[in-house]
């Protein structure tokens, strides 16, 4: 089982980027999949979740809300993340994980099953 989290940079404040997940090894319709970032010196936070198809909700974590958008292509296996209007708070690592209780919004490090290595977001001018 395997997830890889891409598609970071640099960005401008006020810019956009999309992340992408993949996995390998389970289908990601059945999983929940959560997207967290971390910033230097400072812990994992849980920014989005999505359900597995079957349950089809999401979740934002308040800093986010409004600008950013997860959905999924189970067709690619793969899971989105889109941020808009960033910020240079936004900066981090950003990872994507894997819960197999694909019904359950999953909001915490613990909950996930899976992790997949991190890709890097810097928003700077």
């Known amino acids: 089982v395997q997830l890889q989290a891409y598609g970071g940079g640099l960005v401008q404040p006020g810019g956009s980027l999309r992340l992408s997940c993949t996995a390998s090894g389970f289908t990601v319709d059945a999983f929940a999949i959560g997207w967290f970032r971390q910033a230097p010196g400072k812990e994992r936070e849980g920014v989005s979740c999505i359900t597995s198809s079957a349950d089809g909700r999401t979740y934002y974590g308040d800093s986010v809300k409004g600008r950013f958008t997860v959905s999924r292509d189970n067709t690619k296996n793969a899971v989105y993340l889109q941020m808009n209007e960033l910020q240079p708070e936004d900066t981090g690592v950003y990872y994507c994980?894997?819960?197999?209780?694909?019904?359950?919004?999953?909001?915490?490090?613990?909950?996930?099953?899976?992790w997949g290595r991190g890709t890097q977001v810097t928003v700077s001018s």
């Open positions: 994980a894997g819960d197999s209780r694909g019904d359950k919004i999953a909001t915490r490090v613990l909950d996930y099953d899976y």
